[in-house]
Protein backbone atom coordinates (compact mmCIF):
# COMPACT_ATOMS: atom_id res chain seq x y z
CA UNK A 1 0.00 0.00 0.00
CA UNK A 2 1.31 3.49 -0.56
CA UNK A 3 1.82 5.33 2.44
CA UNK A 4 2.93 8.86 0.86
CA UNK A 5 1.11 10.50 -2.40
CA UNK A 6 1.92 13.45 -3.72
CA UNK A 7 0.55 15.69 -5.23
CA UNK A 8 -0.12 19.35 -7.24
CA UNK A 9 3.02 19.45 -9.28
CA UNK A 10 2.95 20.50 -12.97
CA UNK A 11 4.43 23.29 -15.23
CA UNK A 12 4.14 26.97 -14.35
CA UNK A 13 6.08 30.04 -16.14
CA UNK A 14 8.52 31.67 -13.83
CA UNK A 15 7.03 33.60 -11.47
CA UNK A 16 4.23 31.56 -11.03
CA UNK A 17 2.72 29.54 -7.72
CA UNK A 18 2.30 25.98 -7.33
CA UNK A 19 1.03 24.36 -4.58
CA UNK A 20 1.92 20.98 -3.59
CA UNK A 21 0.14 18.18 -1.26
CA UNK A 22 1.40 15.17 0.51
CA UNK A 23 -0.82 13.08 2.49
CA UNK A 24 0.76 10.13 4.60
CA UNK A 25 -1.66 6.91 5.80
CA UNK A 26 -3.55 7.42 8.59
CA UNK A 27 -1.34 4.06 9.90
CA UNK A 28 1.08 6.14 10.06
CA UNK A 29 1.71 7.15 13.75
CA UNK A 30 3.89 9.69 15.74
CA UNK A 31 4.79 11.10 12.83
CA UNK A 32 7.47 13.90 14.40
CA UNK A 33 7.95 15.81 11.01
CA UNK A 34 6.70 15.96 7.22
CA UNK A 35 8.59 18.17 4.43
CA UNK A 36 10.26 18.83 1.31
CA UNK A 37 13.33 17.59 -0.30
CA UNK A 38 13.71 17.97 -4.10
CA UNK A 39 16.20 16.84 -7.01
CA UNK A 40 16.62 19.04 -10.16
CA UNK A 41 18.51 17.68 -13.33
CA UNK A 42 22.26 17.13 -12.50
CA UNK A 43 21.62 18.11 -9.16
CA UNK A 44 21.98 16.54 -6.09
CA UNK A 45 18.98 16.16 -3.57
CA UNK A 46 18.07 19.56 -1.66
CA UNK A 47 16.09 19.88 1.24
CA UNK A 48 13.21 22.72 0.85
CA UNK A 49 11.30 22.91 3.87
CA UNK A 50 9.89 21.05 6.86
CA UNK A 51 7.08 21.46 9.62
CA UNK A 52 7.06 19.69 12.93
CA UNK A 53 4.62 18.43 15.69
CA UNK A 54 5.12 21.64 17.57
CA UNK A 55 4.08 23.70 14.04
CA UNK A 56 7.36 24.57 13.95
CA UNK A 57 8.88 25.49 10.09
CA UNK A 58 12.37 25.14 8.48
CA UNK A 59 13.75 26.02 5.05
CA UNK A 60 16.64 25.81 3.09
CA UNK A 61 17.93 28.88 1.96
CA UNK A 62 17.41 29.36 -1.51
CA UNK A 63 13.13 28.79 -0.52
CA UNK A 64 13.26 31.56 2.20
CA UNK A 65 10.87 34.13 1.35
CA UNK A 66 9.15 32.27 -1.50
CA UNK A 67 7.85 28.80 -0.26
CA UNK A 68 5.30 28.40 2.87
CA UNK A 69 5.38 24.78 4.86
CA UNK A 70 2.19 23.85 6.52
CA UNK A 71 0.34 21.04 7.62
CA UNK A 72 -3.18 19.51 8.50
CA UNK A 73 -3.02 17.02 11.45
CA UNK A 74 -6.49 15.72 10.96
CA UNK A 75 -5.47 14.40 7.85
CA UNK A 76 -1.78 13.45 8.07
CA UNK A 77 -1.23 15.70 5.54
CA UNK A 78 1.74 18.57 4.58
CA UNK A 79 1.62 21.44 1.57
CA UNK A 80 4.20 23.54 0.22
CA UNK A 81 3.05 26.78 -1.35
CA UNK A 82 5.45 27.95 -3.79
CA UNK A 83 5.32 31.36 -5.27
CA UNK A 84 7.39 33.78 -6.92
CA UNK A 85 9.21 30.44 -8.69
CA UNK A 86 12.29 30.64 -10.94
CA UNK A 87 13.43 27.80 -13.56
CA UNK A 88 15.98 26.51 -11.16
CA UNK A 89 12.96 25.38 -9.07
CA UNK A 90 12.39 22.82 -11.55
CA UNK A 91 12.69 19.60 -9.87
CA UNK A 92 11.39 16.46 -8.83
CA UNK A 93 10.04 17.53 -5.27
CA UNK A 94 9.46 14.71 -2.60
CA UNK A 95 7.66 14.41 0.19
CA UNK A 96 9.08 13.10 3.93
CA UNK A 97 7.61 11.53 6.94
CA UNK A 98 10.12 10.91 9.99
CA UNK A 99 8.57 8.63 12.68
CA UNK A 100 9.73 8.50 16.14
CA UNK A 101 8.67 5.57 18.21
CA UNK A 102 11.55 3.97 20.28
CA UNK A 103 13.64 4.73 17.09
CA UNK A 104 13.65 6.71 14.42
CA UNK A 105 12.13 5.89 11.15
CA UNK A 106 11.66 7.61 7.63
CA UNK A 107 8.86 7.13 4.51
CA UNK A 108 9.48 8.52 1.32
CA UNK A 109 6.66 9.24 -1.28
CA UNK A 110 7.65 8.80 -5.23
CA UNK A 111 8.30 12.53 -6.35
CA UNK A 112 6.05 15.12 -8.53
CA UNK A 113 7.31 16.89 -10.75
CA UNK A 114 7.74 20.71 -10.73
CA UNK A 115 8.52 22.62 -13.90
CA UNK A 116 9.63 26.03 -14.52
CA UNK A 117 9.33 27.84 -17.74
CA UNK A 118 8.77 29.96 -20.28
Known amino acids: QVQLVESGGGLVQPGGSLRLSCAAS????????MGWYRQGPGKQREFVASVNVDNITYYGDSMKGRFTVSRDNAKNTVYLQMNSLKPEDTAVYYC????????????WGQGTQVTVSS
Open 26 to 33: ESIRNIYL
Open 96 to 107: NAVVLTVLRYEY
